[in-house]
């Protein structure tokens, strides 16, 4: 018995072997996710520079104190201070996740002993860069402000948050030991939430800017989901919808066609046709999910949202036709893609916002349409951009879209057309 | 025009790498004439077959198929010809119908004319009652025939058969054998590959045997059998009438070597005499 199950066993172990696709499937691909994994997770963890939180500053101050407060940031390590104008703006269209404006009047508030105001500007879709920036900032805006406020602000703000007298009195004594947290990384692992309270005793003005005049958090996940998976899927489809030009090799329906006299180039493009069009349709059903179930605003800019959905199925069919001219069966087309289109989807953003991963990342991600097809919908739901806002994803697009075609098309002459 | 022939092929060789799958192949095919194209696995009709119905180059010889250049011309040369592939080249989740309309549209068909050609087709099939059905519904006997007439929408005047009667029962073979002989009754010119020899014998004007690549015999079934019969001192054949066993006996008592071979039918006669000519589409 046992040399019998020896006898089967073996035999199937030789055919897994041979198996390229299983082997793909069972040691390659599990490798490349966790290394994707792997990279976005550690710098969600760690206290890198790459993972820093890009927050956008305004001085309208510029005085000695507002640049003290800007060195203050500057030195805080889970935190990359870029100057900028106008940041308000910059937040809204999602160039940042936050951004902080000092107005005038700053210093000779700080000069005066009084509570100095500074505005902060958020997008709350980004919640793990606002508790990392929560974090580092409240030790910061203290020293900024001067013992003397820094303990008044803490007092109030502990009041206003509903800390029981003992605590608060713990606190006071630690100003009065000079005692304030200095090491703005190691705060930022724990999260203040400026909503409850806090923001005004720290002499801070919060707006939520991005996500429309009422954003919700059902909206802003949703946003992404829908946006993230819908692109996933598409790729799915469209590999399968692109598989079908190997189905009709083996079946010989391919070749008859290929021996009617108009065929040729009508052949691939009426699958990038197919392709498209099952793609289209796939992300209408899937956006009108969305809308109806976590209030994504699918109908801000129709047509914005119908050019870019037609770039990004162009892009995916490309990616689909390609995929299958250049696999000889379909069985290594399913393996391939599987592999290519979990990877892609880890790095262009389609599982979890690139917002969170390191900068180097974020440039890895941009060279799958993944991402770009995120950032226009997130654009267009969540940043209420219009089709000039995200036209540099619609161009890019377009042009991968152009780009796979093209190596579709070459590969199919050199496979079905040109006579050999 | 019409006096030139269907195919002339001079000197054909094709090279896949190192091995030449056609090596110097020679023939030529009148119009309306029938040849069956036979050979053992590998002898090089398939490729053959692929040159001249413009989906494979040669690497060097000479090929006129209508009287056009199958790598030059191959747009105006598909327009002419069918091609019947040995697998069912349908699409399964397709209606007969509507596969029939999807080749009729790729071979230019549009409107009336395709509406007609796809009547015409079923009919020929038999499957009309059938046309709204999906072809994977369809048993193996009625696919065999839906791949033939898909081949034919466009009214070729040359046609290649390649196997049309593989795994199919005698019912839809002799269906098969019956479209094949209206072919050649309407001046189609046919070229016929199939392992089943007897029906080259029943359905083919001329033979052309292949081997390695090259023309090993050509001519009529009686021909060929001649020049076997020549070559090996086969005996001859002497019809006696109806006092045979007689005559046996007489040429024994004169020293002569005789056989008696009743005239007794093969066993598809027997087949289709027990089971009938009527096409069976149901599948148990």
Known sequence: ?420 | MDSLPAIEVRDLVKRFGAARAVDGLSLAVRRGESLGFLGPNGAGKTTTIRILSTLVAPTSGSVSVLGLDPVRQSAALRGRIGVVPQEIALYDGLTARENLEFFGRMHGLERARLREAVDRALDEAELAERAQDRVQAYSGGMKRRLNLVAALLHDPELVFLDEPTVGIDPQSRNHVFELVDRLRAAGTTLVYTTHQLGEVERLCDRIVILDRGRTIAAGTFDELRRGIARASGARGKLEVGARATEALAALRAAGIEARLDEDLPDLEQVFLTLTGHALRDEDL
Not at chain 1, 21 to 34: E, Y
Not at chain 1, 178 to 197: L, Y
Not at chain 1, 284 to 301: K, S, T
Not at chain 1, 410 to 419: A, D, L, N, S
Request: a neutral charge; aromatic letters at 8%.
């Open chain 1, 1 to 420: 018995m046992l040399r019998t199950a020896w006898t089967v066993a073996a035999k199937d172990l030789r055919l897994f072997l041979r198996d390229q696709v299983a082997l793909l499937m069972s040691f390659a691909l599990p490798i490349v996710l966790a290394t994707v994994f792997g990279a976005a997770m550690s710098s969600m963890m760690d206290d890198e520079p790459a993972s820093r939180v890009e927050v956008h500053f305004e001085d309208l101050d510029q005085s000695p104190q507002s640049k003290a407060l800007l060195f203050e940031l500057q030195s805080c390590a889970a935190l990359r201070i870029e100057l900028r104008n106008d940041v308000r703006a910059r937040v809204e269209n999602g160039a940042a996740p936050a951004a902080i404006l000092v107005p005038a009047g700053f210093g000779a508030d700080v000069a005066a002993g009084r509570k100095p105001r500074i505005v902060l500007y958020r997008d709350p879709a980004k919640e793990i860069e606002q508790q990392i920036l929560a974090g580092n900032l409240v030790p910061v805006l203290m020293r900024a402000a001067g013992p003397a406020v820094a303990k008044e602000m803490t007092k109030r703000g502990m009041e206003a948050m509903g800390f029981p007298a003992g605590m608060r009195d713990m606190a006071e004594s630690m100003f009065d030991s000079r005692a304030v947290p200095a090491q703005a990384g190691e705060s930022s692992k724990n999260p203040f939430d400026f909503d409850e309270g806090g923001a005004e005793a720290l002499g801070l003005s919060v707006e939520d800017v991005a996500g429309g005049p009422n954003p919700s958090r059902k909206a802003a996940g949703g946003s992404h989901a829908i946006a993230g998976i819908a692109v996933m899927m598409l790729l799915f489809g469209l590999s399968a919808c692109g598989g079908t030009i190997l189905e009709e090799e083996v079946s010989g329906t391919l070749q008859r066609v290929r021996l009617t006299p108009n065929a040729g180039a009508s052949v691939l493009l009426g699958k990038m046709i197919f392709t498209v069009a099952v793609g289209l349709a796939q992300l209408v059903v899937l956006f009108a999910y969305g809308g109806l179930v976590f209030e994504v605003p699918i109908l801000h800019d129709p047509i914005a949202l119908v050019v870019h959905s037609v770039a990004v199925a162009c892009a995916a069919a490309g990616f689909g036709l390609c995929l299958a001219v250049l696999c000889r069966t379909r069985k290594q087309l399913e393996g391939l893609s599987t592999l290519l289109i979990l990877t892609m989807s880890a790095l262009g953003g389609s599982w979890f916002p690139l917002a969170i991963v390191p900068e180097w990342f974020r440039t890895v991600g941009h060279f799958t349409l993944n991402a770009w097809a995120m950032d226009g919908y997130q654009g267009l739901f969540w940043y209420g951009k219009d089709l000039g806002g995200i036209a540099v994803d619609v161009a890019v697009l377009f042009a991968i879209a152009a780009a796979t075609s093209g190596l579709a098309w070459v590969g199919w002459r050199r496979r079905f057309e040109r006579i050999a």
